[in-house]
């Protein structure tokens, strides 16, 4: 008889410890799955690796003159967020339309208009481009890199590729 109580008891107990157990197990998945899919969330989002960027109207761009157009755009890779500033000039000339990076295919400075000498000029090493980017003078390997644009609907777009 006392053999037979103690053995209900243990599996009372048992049962018990279980079902304790098997509530606090239900518990910390309902807290807890939520708070890790929030930590790693933004880990797991795809980025964004391209995009079309509207400069404005193309008949408000001065023609034969390579006009600059600045932004900068922020991407989001996990919990690091981070900014790039872009430089576009520009140029209307013959009917069409040009866009070229601002940054020199030498070591990446920054290249600026000269319309006194008819060419972007780099600070940085002397390097010289025609105003379609060729290379003029200077250690540059390649011409000035050129972006994708489309029109529509009077807007000029540039295409971007973050990498
Ligand atoms: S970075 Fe432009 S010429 Fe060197």
């Known amino acids: 008889m ?8 243990l599996g009372r107990r048992t049962f018990v410890t279980g079902v304790v157990g098997l509530l606090g197990g239900i518990i910390a998945a309902v807290v807890g799955l ?22 404005g109207p193309v008949e408000n761009i001065p023609v034969d003159v390579p006009t600059l157009f600045s932004f900068t755009r922020t991407k989001q890779l996990g919990w690091e967020r981070s900014a790039t500033s872009y430089g ?8 069409q339309v040009l866009a070229l990076s601002n940054v020199c295919t030498h070591l990446s400075c920054r290249v ?9 000029l780099c600070p940085c090493h002397d390097g010289h481009f025609a105003r379609d980017g060729a290379i003029v003078s200077g250690p540059q390997p390649r011409p000035l890199d050129r972006f994708a644009l489309k029109i529509e609907d009077g807007t000029l777009f540039v295409h971007i590729v973050e990498a």
Do not use: F, H
């Open 2 to 9: 006392a053999e037979s109580e103690s053995s209900a008891g």
């Open 34 to 55: 939520p708070a890790v899919a929030y930590w790693l969330g933004p880990s797991l989002k795809k980025q964004e690796s391209d995009a079309w960027v509207p400069l």
């Open 112 to 120: 600026t208009w000269s319309p006194e000498r008819d060419t972007y």
């Open 88 to 95: 576009v000039y520009v140029l209307r000339a013959g009917g």
